[in-house]
């Protein structure tokens, strides 16, 4: 107990509140492995509150604050009493005997004794970051919780590995959902502060924010963080800049902010948000750096017609079997190959909740073969004796290069389907400005014959390393096709702008 109140005594003369924190925390630091069961033995039920006060008053402090750590410390001593046997299971390997929800329970009470301290004790602004070490193993211990009730009822809730956060899970957790109203009780207490900035908890608002997604995400209530968002943002005049916040705070906001606005399908800002986490990630972070690609690597298929290079992919191997077989294919247009590369990454691509976004990029697949198909037609003199490509195609040699691609069996796709997907594919918009047009059936074709300007990336490989960069601006609001001509029904043929862009960003 003595090693605990010394960093409580020498925190409180520094005004150090990671230090202060370190006091509460579960786990065992490295340089003192018994810690924790040191500080449980060395008192008792009948003698701890007067035990902890005698430490707490060694320092000077006012009644109330000293009441309020004097119960916090009560309360971690009792959490540690339900923690203690379940680390001794865990490391005897019978972590299923392990009661976790009466750990849960206790930590609560910890949780709630500092949210007390701060509503009626007069803690002050710096030692916020126990705020942090309560509400994160809030977290941890109501997820154990959960799979413990989920495995006597022989339900599995709890799902750990690659980006749990962002995955939800579908059964009940009724102790997570417990955990989220605590740690919004701690987002109140920060946003609510009106003490000035200096000394104000308005700067514990990004880690309580940043843990609040967690669980939302976890919990598969993703609605519930955009009123979050919607509270930051009514805040903001009272709020100390984003920018003045620690980084690993920013990139973790950041993070969830893009992934948000991602499932929400607003591109441009899932790629601003998303891009700006990844620029600011730590160069070896490399899981967070993974979560990061996993969204902006879809989300820059869309806005911008880019995909990752091989050097970018390499660090990461569950990305570059993800994505390696998509980029291939929409590279060569193999619309046999995405297809294929979709169902055999289905099951990861549903679980991450980006199959539908990576679906949508079967339309640059097509794109690309419709290009070759436009090659292919080679050259022809105009009135003026010069060679310039050919650009009235029969509609059934687009059919024969789409049937081939597909993979299609018992011969060429019907005229009508196939005029279909080209009056799609003039008809679209660029995923920046406008992605809920719908789809042209073959009952409604119309002959589209207006040209949009448009500058895209001659290539869609030209990215830097690590950066998607492109060769030329882009302005993604202005709508954008991905073919500039029209279908002329009455001739069987498809009019291709004759200006060199009738496939606007590649060159041709």
Known sequence: MDNVFADFREAHQIWSGPHLATTLLPINPDSNPNRLISFYRDSEESKIQADIRYHVNAIR?????????????IAFWKALGELLPVEKLMREGRGMDADWISAYEAWKELSNALIRGYTNGGFQAWTVPCLYIAGKYLRIFAIKADDQSARKKGVNTFT???QEDVVGDLGKNEKLEDAARVINRIFTLCISDRAPLEESRKWGLYYTTNLLFKTYFKLNSIGLSKNIL?????????????????KSHIVTFKYYVGVIWFLEEDYVKAEENLTEAWNMCHKDAQKNRELILTYLIPTRLLTTHTLPTTSLLSPYPRLQTLFSPLCQSLKRGDLARFDAALVAGEEQFVKRRIYLTLERGRDIALRNLLRKVFLAGGLVTDKEGQKVRRTRIDVEEFGAGISMAAGVKGGAMERDEVECLLANMIYKVCAGCCLHLPRLRPAK????????PINLNPTFMNTSHESFARDSPVDFHDKQGLMKGYISREHGKVVLSTKGNAFPGTGV
Request: aromatic share 10%; no cysteine.
């Open 61 to 73: 402090l006012s009644n109330a604050e000293s009441k309020a750590w004097v119960d916090v410390y």
């Open 230 to 246: 919607r509270a930051l943002e009514a805040s903001s005049s009272d709020m100390p800049p984003l920018e003045a916040f620690p």
């Open 445 to 452: 074709i119309k002959i589209i014959n207006q040209i949009i």
């Open 160 to 162: 750990s590995g690659f």
